[in-house]
């Protein structure tokens, strides 16, 4: 049963420099201040920076894995807070991503939907801000008497 106040099964997220040269291939965003320190300090940032749709799309599976259909996700947001660096090392950057079923409602035309507050941190400080994804669920199941 799905109800407000339900928390989703956490997740760690490692992000690697070479996730991002990944990202950057299948996005077309090669601004290199997601692969050059130089570029990124020269304009002011404290170092190379995960692409923001990276960050939003890897919080994201935490309510993909706990819907168990990606096609359930009826709506995502964010704004972006802050930006998640990424070190030139192995380990790379450690994302903790965390969630709460805040509502359920139904809807006119029958199908039930969670609003999801997602919450995405980095060396404990908040990425994403507004993070919501509302979710399709399955109706509850009537009680047999």
Known sequence: MT????EL??????VTRA??????G???DFNPIHWSDRVATGVGLPGVIAHGMLT???????????????????SYGVRFT????VPDDEEGALVEVTAKVTDVTDTDDGARIARV?????????TVLGRAVAEVAVPAE????E
């Open 3 to 6: 109800a407000a106040g339900q």
């Open 9 to 14: 099964p956490p997740l760690s997220l490692r």
């Open 19 to 24: 996730d991002l040269v990944r990202y950057a």
């Open 26 to 28: 299948a996005s077309g």
């Open 56 to 74: 939003m799309a890897l919080a994201g599976r935490i309510v993909t894995d706990w819907a168990g259909d990606p096609a359930a996700v009826r």
């Open 82 to 85: 802050r930006p998640v660096v």
């Open 117 to 125: 507050a997602v919450t995405a941190t980095f060396e404990g400080k």
């Open 141 to 144: 199941l009537p009680t047999l």
